[in-house]
């Protein structure tokens, strides 16, 4: 199996066939794109205030019966809040005229008894106006969008152990129907809870179509167009996803009509299992050489080329792996501690920083676009990169970035609005870029029969981060200094711990534990024999 770039280099890096696999995967990742995003605009809170009952109310207290309050310098009417409906029925029937004849200060205020009034200026609903998650139930708002990352760490977990057992394929395709399933079945939702517990069940089908496409597109593709899948190819489609969603939403302005929609986007997939392959590399550690075989000169006729008599020699079923496994061995287990402190501080970085980002103003959903578009120039940058720069360079140093400017905003002044700004968008562009590299650099560190298993576990990091950073940032609450310096210390941390992490520029991807044992032995064996030398050369 070590020899697998070796037994298929008459392929070529390019052709056909290599750019055909290319594009249909990557069609795979615009669905992730928008689906799990829309929360941004099904859980958004349009302006409301409190629904004042048709009772006799002249039309000065109707509109006096909201009280006003200062917002940021701001005079808005209270959401939450309300005069006392009895008191003001009988002034306004006494003919008292607020403002004038009873100083509204010192009436009573109630709670929004009867309800909630909602713009619909941009929104005509949502689970927000439907359900009146506002006041006192808006905690239910994030909650649900916590549903979501918790389902990204089951779907982290699971999704690496049964693309293993059963095949990158099957589970990214079972995987493609269980998220068109969930969304469908989210827009039906009856209540708040039924929500939540659809949408954990939408973040575990995504993931594991996220990091099982990953997968398949790393073992199918060459060496070249491998960088490019995933970098470019993968993160460049899922902003494709994530810039069409605000049209999508902008269009449809009923929730549930927007989730069936999305939901039905995962029908125009189902042509792809006819031309999308399973992983020869993971036929092989099955024993499966025969089928293998028939994908390979199946590419090499697309690309127009003979293949050998003979490509892979009959191999047994190999061992088969679970997540204990990755812990078993010293090298597999000290890789593994390390890439989880990567990810999760790259997610707690990225997370903590978009926290503190002021909201912008304006249209929402052109806000949503320009947030996409954003993260575009990293991809293409971090492509150009990789394709010559060692991996542990660029990651330690994208996250030197991220983490300095993390320490850094914290000393900049109010009056320097632009430079604070200026500092988000660079850390956010080091965030983006260290996403980009982490996600490839994993990848070709772990061996074939504990690649989605490693990638899993790392993903799994990744959630624990994302929902870690909420709580990081409310340590402001007892010392406004201190998420920053726990993040950025962190991220500066993992920067250092990247380095001990073996370079993976130009190497074949390791097959196996043992090819991954034989790799580091021949490099460490290559430096102690140099060291020698020089020494030699010295006495």
Same mark, same amino acid.
């Given at each position: 199996m070590g020899d697998y770039d070796e037994n298929t280099a008459f392929l070529g890096q390019t052709g056909p066939y290599?750019?055909?696999?290319?594009?249909?995967?990557?069609?795979?990742?615009?669905? %992730?794109?928008?689906?799990?995003?829309?929360?941004?605009? @099904?859980?958004?809170?349009?302006?409301?205030?409190?629904?004042?009952p048709d009772v006799n109310l002249t039309e000065q207290w109707r509109n006096a019966i909201v009280p006003f309050m200062v917002v940021d310098g701001e005079e808005v009417r209270s959401q939450c809040s309300r005069y006392r409906l009895d008191v003001v029925r009988n002034l306004s029937a006494e003919g008292f005229i607020p403002g004038k004849d009873v100083n509204l200060t010192n009436l009573e205020q109630e709670r929004c008894l009867d309800g909630w009034n909602y713009s619909k200026e941009i929104y005509q609903s949502n689970i927000v106006t439907e359900w009146d998650l506002v006041c006192d139930n808006q905690w239910k708002v994030p909650f649900a969008s916590s549903t979501l990352f918790v389902g990204y760490l089951v779907g982290s977990l699971i999704s690496g152990q049964l693309s293993d057992r059963f095949g990158r394929k099957k589970v990214v395709f079972i995987s493609l129907g269980a998220q068109c399933v969930s969304v469908l079945l989210q827009s039906f939702s009856h209540s708040w809870r039924m929500f939540c517990v659809m949408f954990l069940f939408v973040g575990a089908s995504q993931i594991s179509i996220y990091i099982s496409a990953f997968v398949l597109g790393t073992e199918l593709l060459s060496k070249t167009m491998r960088v490019l899948f995933t970098t470019l190819g993968a993160f460049l489609f899922y902003c494709i996803g994530y810039m069409t969603l605000p049209w999508i939403a902008y269009a449809i302005r009923?929730?549930? %009509?927007?989730?069936?929609?999305?939901?039905?986007?995962?029908?125009?997939?189902?042509?792809?299992?006819?031309?999308?392959?399973? &992983?020869?590399?993971?036929?092989?550690?099955?024993?499966?050489? =025969? =089928?293998?075989?028939?994908?390979?000169?199946?590419?090499?006729?697309?690309?127009?080329? =003979?293949?050998?008599?003979?490509?892979?020699? +009959?191999?047994?079923?190999?061992?088969?792996? %679970?997540?204990?496994?990755?812990?078993?061995? !010293?090298?597999?287990?000290?890789?593994?501690?390390?890439?989880?402190?990567?990810?999760?501080?790259?997610?707690?970085?990225?997370?903590?920083?978009?926290? /503190?980002?002021? /909201?912008?103003?304006?249209?929402?959903?052109? /806000?949503c676009f320009l947030s996409a578009i954003t993260e575009v120039p990293a991809y293409i940058v971090s492509t150009w990169l990789l394709k010559k720069c060692p991996r542990r360079v660029l990651l330690s140093s994208f996250l030197v970035i991220g983490g300095g400017v993390l320490l850094l905003i914290q000393f900049i002044p109010r009056t320097l609005q632009y430079v604070a700004v200026a500092? =988000?968008?660079?850390?956010?562009?080091?965030?983006?870029?260290?996403?980009?590299?982490?996600?490839?650099?994993?990848?070709?560190?772990?061996?074939t029969v504990l690649r989605n298993i490693g990638m899993g576990l790392c993903s799994s990091a990744a959630r624990i981060g994302s929902i870690t950073a909420p709580y990081v940032i409310y340590l402001g609450t007892y010392n406004k200094v201190l998420p920053? @310096? @726990?993040?950025?210390?962190?991220?500066?941390?993992? &920067?250092?711990?990247?380095?001990?992490?073996?370079?993976?520029?130009? !190497?074949?991807?390791? +097959?196996?534990?043992?090819?991954?044992?034989?790799? !580091?032995?021949?490099?460490?064996? %290559?430096?102690? &024999?140099?060291?020698?030398?020089?020494?030699?050369?010295?006495?």
């Open positions: 290599f750019w055909t696999t290319f594009f249909l995967l990557n069609t795979v990742f615009v669905s %992730t794109g928008f689906n799990g995003l829309y929360i941004v605009f @099904v859980g958004a809170a349009p302006k409301h205030h409190c629904l004042i009923d929730w549930r %009509t927007l989730l069936a929609v999305l939901s039905t986007t995962a029908v125009v997939y189902i042509p792809l299992w006819w031309f999308i392959p399973e &992983s020869p590399r993971w036929l092989i550690t099955q024993g499966r050489v =025969e =089928e293998a075989e028939a994908i390979i000169r199946d590419a090499a006729r697309k690309n127009k080329v =003979e293949a050998p008599p003979v490509i892979f020699k +009959e191999t047994g079923v190999s061992k088969k792996f %679970t997540m204990l496994d990755v812990l078993k061995s !010293k090298n597999i287990r000290c890789i593994t501690l390390m890439c989880l402190i990567l990810w999760m501080a790259i997610n707690i970085g990225y997370f903590g920083l978009s926290l /503190n980002t002021s /909201n912008l103003s304006g249209n929402p959903f052109m /806000n500092l =988000e968008m660079t850390g956010k562009f080091g965030f983006t870029m260290a996403f980009s590299i982490v996600y490839i650099y994993t990848a070709e560190i772990y061996p920053y @310096v @726990v993040m950025g210390s962190l991220t500066i941390a993992s &920067s250092v711990v990247n380095v001990f992490l073996p370079e993976s520029l130009n !190497k074949a991807l390791p +097959e196996t534990v043992d090819f991954l044992f034989l790799f !580091k032995f021949l490099v460490n064996s %290559t430096i102690f &024999s140099r060291n020698v030398a020089k020494k030699n050369s010295f006495v």
